[in-house]
């Protein structure tokens, strides 16, 4: 094979593979005996014919695209060896040119995986929050922990109120007729929760254990084709109530807690929260040094390199889900999820895009730094990764090998790299008020 006329523009790049007459000959009686057992010709036994009687009866390019089909391949990984191009996605065949000699020469287009400019990545200045928790912060957090410690108390000698959760069977007639999915027995429904078509639960207020009653309801316009706008009348049958009791807020709350006191819980709610706020602190620090960095670089990203890492957030967010299966096209698995290209674009894309950035900036510190790993920094590494998975290290060693690892580990210390030198300033002032 001959590798000829590489041309390169921003990030594609076009090159030609030429292969030699006795290849492309070799390629055409190998798909000459790959298929003559399904060709039937008059006077021989399927599967019989001679590959010159064939080609005279179907042409002698009857092989032709079999042929080059199975040297395109080879062809491309030739080109790409000599060319020693660093490529993303896959390859497209613009042309392919059969001479009268009987060479090939096939033209291929290639993404090029792209070339970093890097800009200021160390000591970046970037504003860091500190979010201090506030009386109305622990107080949320306590009625929170009430409500999970919240216990159901029956209802006894008066009607049913917003907030109380019936036990009710009910039955729905549209012109006297009961229609589909309008009936339940027993069915638990909290009043005011908004989980009824409108009215219902407004018109069940006011009800008593035992009671019946006919609510008229008017089904909203936006509703099921069948029952929208139409006016029904739901029988219901009011059978149980009751109500949720939370725990007084006390020293008493406070033991089953776990504390001698309230004010000794408040205290470690305080800590805990702060403790959080903190780290979301820390965490939108690190996120917003990391977009600075990525800003400061100079790269132009070829569409295929997004797209890519948007179907691995697909995927791996449907894997979550046990939608695991490779074979599902990456459109019948947005199908399947109802994600549709405004979705993708306004959520999806944007991550897709900064993730991209952000693998092409640490590869390229790792690189402008001559970043190294020691033996030792390398086993504790492992260490930390076998801790994390509850492993072994020599399995992790095993399962994901050494060179991965290590490169793993040169991106760790250039991630580090950013967030340890970058300088926390002040916020400004109308984002503090904020």
């Known amino acids: 094979m001959i590798f000829k006329n590489l041309e390169k523009k921003e990030n594609t790049a076009q090159f030609q593979v030429e292969s030699d007459a006795a290849e492309f000959e070799a390629a055409v009686n ?24 064939i080609e005279g009866m179907y042409g002698a390019e009857v092989f032709y695209q079999d042929a080059m089909d199975e ?37 291929f287009a290639v993404s090029l995986y792209p070339e970093v400019k890097l800009g200021q990545y160390k000591e970046l200045e970037v504003e860091k929050h500190h979010r201090e928790v506030t009386d109305e912060d622990v107080a949320r957090e306590l009625e ?3 409500k999970r410690n919240a216990r159901m108390v ?55 254990i035992g009671e019946e009653k006919d609510l ?30 939370l725990p007084e807020l006390d020293d008493e709350f406070a033991k089953d807690a776990g504390f001698d006191t309230l004010d000794a819980y408040k205290e470690d709610v305080r800590k805990n929260l702060q403790e959080s706020f903190d780290e979301q602190d820390e965490a939108q620090f690190r996120s917003d040094a990391m977009t600075k960095a990525c800003e400061n670089m100079e790269v132009s990203i070829p569409d295929v390199m997004v797209d890519d890492k948007v179907e691995e957030i697909i995927r791996n967010y449907a894997a979550n889900f046990g939608m695991s299966d490779r074979s599902i096209s990456i459109d019948k698995l947005k199908e399947m999820m109802g994600l549709t290209d405004e979705v993708l674009n306004a959520g999806i894309r944007p991550g897709a895009l900064l993730q991209v950035k952000s693998d092409l900036l640490i590869e390229a510190i790792v690189k402008a730094e001559d970043i ?26 095993e399962y994901f090998g050494e060179e991965f690892i290590t490169s793993e580990k040169r991106k760790e210390k250039a991630t580090a790299l950013i967030f340890d030198t970058a300088v926390a300033t002040e916020p400004k002032e109308e984002e503090k008020a904020e």
């Open 372 to 397: 190294q790993v020691s033996e030792e920094e390398l086993n504790e590494y492992v260490e930390k990764v076998a801790k994390s998975v509850d492993g072994k290290p020599e399995e992790i060693r």
């Open 216 to 245: 008229d309801i008017t089904f909203p316009e936006e509703y099921t084709p069948e029952l929208a706008g139409k006016a029904v009348v739901f029988k219901v049958k009011l059978n149980d109530m009751s109500y949720t009791e």
């Open 71 to 107: 040297l395109a391949p080879k062809a491309f990984e030739f080109g790409l060896k000599e060319s020693e191009l660093r490529i993303v996605g896959a390859p497209s065949i613009t042309d392919i040119d059969v001479t009268d000699e009987k060479t090939v020469c096939y033209t």
């Open 144 to 146: 929170e922990a009430r």
């Open 154 to 208: 029956g209802v006894e000698g008066r009607a049913a109120q917003m907030g109380d959760t019936v036990n009710i069977d009910f039955d729905g007639y549209l012109d006297g007729v009961r229609f589909d999915g309008g009936k339940a027995e027993d069915y638990s429904l909290e009043l005011g929760s908004h989980s009824f078509v409108p009215g219902f639960e407004e018109q069940v207020v006011g009800m008593n």
């Open 30 to 53: 190998g798909a000459y005996l790959q298929n003559k057992k399904s060709i039937a010709i008059p006077g021989f036994r399927k599967g019989k014919a001679p590959r010159a009687v």
